[in-house]
């Protein structure tokens, strides 16, 4: 059996560099008809471990969640969009797998060190924080999941639950399913910098596009893309590495013979970053558009998106159950049944 577990933290809306970076991939996948279950997750258990002084941004970030997902065209019908708070089971798992895992195991996961560093928690690291790989580890075996589409940067979370898969199994025998990662084929899309040329587009460093912009905000942000310091005048041969506005087009744009003629001509001179972004533009509010009106439809019937989201829950519920039942029995501690 083929399952899908993805998700997304819940502490803002959702923005492009989720977009290329899974949502567009998921959708893919789950129109393909190769997968037999899908499961997409709102995390916000795992967005409280840094958020647990603003449980309304939270609260309020799901429904937007949410709605993001319906908007890119996730359909309930055949992927399962659930809330990870209300799934039990997945803290009783999480609470037998952080036995099999030390604390200087999860100290060294590059991921979480990255955030450490990003969030400024030095030696105040919440505990919740600092163990939420092993939640996560939870959150995919517990539907037996075997392939985890994500980003790139969550590499060493994927990882680290198939070290913990390989512990449980080696204690307690064949219980888990082990994942894989799969990565979108466009390398671009892998980690999506920031408008203003940072590594990565981030809520936190604000330099992102949310799918819920408006065109008119879209537009002031592409206006004020990071490009090419040193093409001054339009006559100036231009330098397309690390320039954000063609790294945007080789994600986005699908016709790759255009983005490269357009490179070659911004290469030698004589195309103007006016002209570029103004493509861009146009590129990205084909896509956005659709986008914008699935999710003004869906935002006017608040009540369906939480039956969605309930009905959901109740079936990742029924799996996750399955799952921590078959783990106990092996553990011996199925005592009553």
């Known amino acids: 059996m083929k399952t899908i577990l993805t998700g997304d933290r819940p502490t803002g809306k959702l923005h492009l560099g989720h977009y290329v970076g899974s949502l567009r991939e998921r959708v893919l996948l789950q129109n393909s008809g190769e997968f037999d279950k899908i499961f997409i997750m709102i995390a916000d258990a795992q967005a409280l471990t840094d958020h647990a002084d603003n449980p ?92 985890v589409p994500v980003g790139e940067d969550q590499i060493p979370m994927l990882e680290q639950t198939r070290e913990i898969v390989r512990k449980i199994n080696d204690i307690y025998g064949e219980v888990l399913v082990a994942p894989e990662i799969y990565l979108p084929k466009n390398q671009v899309c892998r980690r999506l910098p920031g408008i203003d040329g940072k590594a990565k587009m981030s809520k936190t460093l604000g330099n992102c596009i949310y799918l819920s912009d408006s065109s008119a905000t879209v537009a002031a942000k592409v206006k004020d893309m990071y490009t090419d310091p040193l093409h001054i005048k339009v006559s100036d041969p231009g330098h397309v590495e690390g320039n954000v ?23 030698r001179g004589g195309l103007g970053d006016v002209k570029v972004k103004k493509f861009l533009l146009e590129v990205l509010e084909e896509i956005l558009t659709p986008i914008r009106q699935r999710r003004a439809e869906y935002g006017a019937h608040p009540d369906e998106v939480l039956k969605i989201l309930r009905e959901g829950t109740e079936k990742a519920r029924e799996k996750a159950s399955e799952v921590l039942a078959r783990l106990k029995g092996a553990m011996k501690i199925n005592y009553f049944d």
């Open 56 to 147: 309304a941004k939270v609260r309020e970030s799901v429904y937007n969640v949410a709605l993001d997902y319906l908007a890119v065209g996730l359909d309930p019908t055949k992927s399962t969009l659930f809330i990870q708070s209300q799934v039990a089971e997945l803290f009783e798992l999480t609470a037998y797998y952080l036995n099999v895992v030390t604390v200087s195991r999860l100290e060294r996961n590059p991921t979480v060190k990255t955030e450490i560093a990003q969030k400024g928690f030095e030696t105040s690291i919440p505990a919740g924080f600092l163990c939420y790989p092993v939640s996560q580890a939870a959150d995919i075996t517990a539907f037996d999941a075997n392939i």
């Open 245 to 267: 506005v063609f790294t945007y087009l080789d994600a986005f744009c699908a016709d790759k013979k255009v983005v490269a003629d357009m490179k070659e001509h911004y290469q």
